[in-house]
């Protein structure tokens, strides 16, 4: 079993609707939880990024930590044909020190239609 | 400010010859990490560095592979008698503090 589990989608929507992004943990340990986009053939872009459980809002974008059922997911409000990508979540585990590994999810490819 | 940078962007080589994939961190940024995605997988962690440190290198493959991140200059990741399977988009990010990571647009390395 992955630590991380995303489906992989596709997932195709349009434009305009409320979309919403899942992701599900196995490692209890996972205290930071981050979202990325990532367009075809380009680097991840840090989306969202929340540490614990709780919601956290950033303009049409809501991320939400639910630590008791391993459940994270990100909201897309009034999509756009500009957020067709793929969606990554990631998490890390808190170290002493600074360092923190990712481990991702598989990523959602996401179209939004015009 | 500028991002993440990596090069090259692209890189071929045969097999059995040596690939090495620079990485210039943010400025100010001084925690670099390395990732590989393979096609059609999620990005999986290699190593991470701090200057002249090597901190975890928990993710990298035993043989071939190495890392370093010296005092000048950028970090880099050095493949030894690259194999067909090392053919992967390889990806750079850098942290000031180790909780949020900004990613360079990687490396995507193909190997005949």
């Known amino acids: 079993q992955k630590e991380v589990e995303q489906d992989p989608g596709p997932l195709s929507v349009p434009e305009g609707a409320i979309v919403s992004l899942n992701c599900t943990y196995s490692?209890?340990?996972?205290?930071?939880f981050m979202w990325y986009r990532q367009y075809s053939r380009k680097g991840p872009e840090l989306l969202m990024y929340?540490?614990?459980?709780g919601n956290k809002e950033d303009g049409r974008f809501t991320a939400q930590v639910d630590k008791s059922s391993k459940y994270i997911s990100l909201f897309i409000r009034d999509s756009q044909p500009s957020d067709s990508a793929t969606y990554l979540c990631?998490?890390?585990?808190?170290?002493?020190?600074?360092?923190?590994?990712?481990?991702f999810g598989s990523g959602t490819q996401l179209t939004v239609l015009p | 400010n500028a991002g993440v940078m990596q090069n090259p962007r692209h890189l071929v080589r045969r097999r059995g010859q040596e690939a090495r994939l620079r990485c210039s961190p943010m400025?100010?940024?001084?925690?670099v990490y390395w990732y590989r995605q393979l096609p059609e997988e999620g990005l999986k962690f290699m190593v991470y560095?701090?200057?002249?440190?090597?901190?975890?290198e928990s993710g990298m493959p035993k043989e071939r592979f190495s890392a370093e991140f010296p005092k000048e200059g950028p970090s880099i990741l050095r493949i030894q008698q690259v194999v067909r399977g090392d053919s992967a988009a390889y990806f750079c990010?850098?942290?000031?503090?180790?909780?949020?990571?900004?990613f360079g647009p990687g490396t995507r390395l193909l190997v005949l």
């Open positions: 990010a850098s942290s000031p503090s180790g909780e949020t990571q900004y």
């Open positions: 490692n209890s340990a996972f205290q930071y």
């Open positions: 929340t540490y614990s459980s």
């Open positions: 990631a998490m890390s585990a808190y170290s002493s020190g600074s360092a923190r590994q990712l481990t």
């Open positions: 400025k100010g940024h001084s925690h």
């Open positions: 560095l701090q200057k002249e440190n090597i901190i975890d």
